[in-house]
């Protein structure tokens, strides 16, 4: 039987599902009764597949701890939200309002009109100005949870976001602390890093999780990411450097090099977080770390952070102040409870007033809720009217023939009632329809993240042969220069040339070397100015040649070719650049989103460019799932 006192906090990442069954005692203070988690593997932090996995994943976890709410808040995986603090110039209260819709249409990295976003103020500097958390999230993002919700019967309340549950969750449980407080969660695919100082909060999502820790040990040792993924889980630790002995296990060898480079790269920015909360934020030196998140449990990471910064290190515990179910094991909850600090935070919300309050629900979803809140009351008023008068109609019809005339007025008065009940049908078929048309959209747009999946891709791959080729003492550079669907030195006249016949569109990319640097790319200084020129303009790639747009092509695209471009190595080794070639060959093939027996070399490498000390060489990419153009 379902409990309508108790609700749900569960908070959908992008490596594990986690949800905790929350209710108020007689004073109002908050109680776990039950939680739960569930890993999700790689497929839960792809977009693809995303969607059917969190279902899968929330019917059996719901099937194996039997929670007794469905009512439920929920929290939106960090890698798929922007979040930025903003400051406001001290302006009239009246116009705050008209100002953060300026300062979110500058900032959003997306259209307005295509995101969820709020903001909450979080307080003023000394010379007025206004601190402002800025957080948005793509609709159809949002909806997808909505649908995987609907499809397990949940019935959500409010949508949060990673940041604002934490703070919520930190400030209820350690809100008697001194000084400036660093809290880093370290999830699957991003991290967060909180400061906390004198009730003023400020937060940066960093780009770096544990799943970069799994991929590299998979590529590295040959595994498949679930093989690798146990292999971490079971045998993995943060390597402590210096003189340490590596263990005599290849693998544990293999993740702990991983684990630490990853780490490394991971204290860097939080490093340069730290600087720029100083100086830009007027913040103050940390005096402590706390540790979260589902990676942050790895051995030895505690003592990492602790050498490299310098302060002392614990971990986070959101049940710090939170009653705890005598039924619950207390030595399996403290193994997983400092993965529970946004659930906390999503219980929290229906517990007491908190420091930061944010809803990401859609319009859409908020006018579908309150209809479907009024639709028993006007089916059951609909049929009690019917009920009334058909047992008016009756006794007027047994009693006497006299009453036929009262009886007659009864039934006009019936038509209207029927106009509405079709009226009402008539709303609720336009009411399908359109959810309909809302789930084809989301279907077509889901399709626009293949690019970016794919690009990431490449990236990754490129950033591993990169390092593969390193360790044997050579400064490698190699980057993507051009990326598209139709083959290089083919004639574009009329309309452009795609990768199937008949194809009336062709994707190109090409990267300014600044841009290349800025974004990860190649590393600054890998080219010689005389490199640094601008990027090949691809205006016009969507016109003909008469200056007309092209008709919409309804086919698809399952050939890209790329070149690349690479730094020149034949001064210590003359066959480095052919061997770096295969090396890339090799990688890209290896890719689970491309088809191995057709994505292979094509063309021959450029000549050594003199002016820059590179060369480029082609490769035809061959897509498993072709896409529609």
Same mark, same amino acid.
């Given at each position: ?9 569960? =908070? ?79 302006? #009239? ?28 103020? !979080? ?16 609709? #159809?993002?949002?909806? &997808? ?8 019967? !949940? ?6 976001? /990673? ?21 880093? =969660?370290?999830?699957?695919?991003? /991290? ?90 007027? &913040? ?87 209809? =479907? ?129 008949? #194809? ?41 040649? #008469? &200056? ?46 491309? =088809? ?34």
């Amino acid at each position: 039987m379902l409990n309508s006192k108790s609700f749900l906090g569960v =908070d959908f990442g992008a490596g594990t599902l986690k949800a905790a069954e929350f209710e108020l005692d007689e004073g109002g203070n908050l109680v776990l009764k039950q939680y739960g988690i569930r890993a999700l593997g790689l497929e839960g932090s792809q977009d693809a597949a995303r969607e059917n996995v969190l279902r899968k994943a929330v019917q059996e976890l719901f099937a194996e701890r039997g929670f007794g709410s469905r009512k439920t808040n929920i929290c939106a995986p960090g890698f798929h939200v922007f979040s930025k603090f903003v400051k406001l110039p001290p302006v #009239d209260t009246s116009k705050v309002t008209q100002i953060i819709q300026y300062e979110a249409q500058q900032n959003v990295p997306f259209p307005l009109e295509e995101v969820v976003w709020d903001y909450q103020i !979080l307080g003023s500097t000394p010379t007025g100005e206004l601190e402002v958390l800025l957080v948005a999230i793509k609709s #159809d993002i949002v909806e &997808g949870l909505f649908r995987t919700a609907e499809a397990t019967g !949940l019935r959500l309340q409010l949508v949060d976001v /990673s940041p604002a549950a934490l703070c919520n969750a930190f400030r209820y449980n350690y809100g008697d602390l001194e000084g400036c407080t660093m809290l880093l =969660d370290i999830g699957a695919k991003t /991290s967060n890093l909180l400061f906390f100082e004198k009730g003023k909060v400020y937060s940066r999502s960093i780009n770096i999780g544990a799943n970069s820790i799994t991929q590299e040990f998979a590529a590295e040792s040959k595994l498949r990411f679930p093989e690798a993924e146990k292999t971490k889980i079971a045998e993995g630790f943060v390597s402590l450097g210096g003189a340490y002995e590596e263990p005599e296990n290849p693998h544990q060898a293999a993740i702990s090099k991983i684990a630490r480079q990853v780490m490394t790269r991971l204290h860097i920015q939080v490093n340069q977080t730290i600087q720029f909360y100083r100086g830009q934020q007027g &913040g103050s030196a940390p005096q402590r770390l706390f540790l979260a998140g589902g990676a942050s449990i790895m051995p030895y990471t505690a003592q990492f952070f602790a050498e490299k910064l310098n302060v002392p290190v614990e971990y986070f515990n959101p049940f710090r102040n939170i009653q705890i179910n005598p039924a619950i094991n207390l030595e399996e909850l403290a193994r997983v409870a400092h993965s529970f600090g946004e659930v906390v935070g999503l219980g929290l919300r229906n517990a007491a007033q908190c420091p930061v309050e944010l809803n990401l629900v859609p319009k859409s979803i908020l006018k579908r809720q309150q209809l =479907d809140q009024k639709k028993p009351y006007f089916i059951a008023a609909f049929f009690g009217l019917i009920l009334a008068i058909l047992a008016y109609g009756w006794f007027f019809d047994r009693v006497a023939a006299v009453k036929k005339a009262s009886f007659e007025e009864i039934q006009q008065e019936l038509l209207p009632l029927k106009q509405k009940e079709t009226e009402l049908l008539a709303q609720e078929g336009a009411i399908k329809r359109t959810k309909d048309e809302i789930e084809a959209f989301t279907g077509w747009l889901r399709q626009r993240f293949y690019w970016p999946e794919l690009l990431t891709e490449m990236r990754s791959i490129l950033i591993a042969v990169e390092k593969e080729r390193t360790r044997s003492g050579q400064d490698v550079g190699i980057w993507i220069e051009r990326f598209a669907t139709n083959a290089p030195g083919s004639t574009l006249t009329g309309t452009t040339q795609g990768s199937e016949e008949g #194809d009336s569109r062709s994707y190109l990319f090409k990267m300014d070397p600044k841009l290349l640097e800025r974004y990860g790319l190649i590393r600054p200084g890998m080219l010689r100015p005389s490199a640094e020129q601008p990027a090949e303009s691809t205006e016009g790639a969507a016109e003909g040649a #008469d &200056g007309t747009t092209p008709a919409k092509s309804t086919n698809q695209v399952g050939i890209v070719y790329v070149t690349f471009r690479a730094v020149d190595l034949t001064r210590g080794n003359p066959a480095a650049n052919g061997e770096l070639i295969f090396a890339v060959e090799n990688a890209v093939q290896g890719s689970s989103l491309l =088809d191995k027996e057709g994505t292979k070399l094509h063309g021959d490498k450029s000549d050594v460019d003199d002016a820059t000390s590179t060369f480029t060489f082609g490769m035809t990419l061959k897509l498993k799932q072709p896409i529609k153009d």
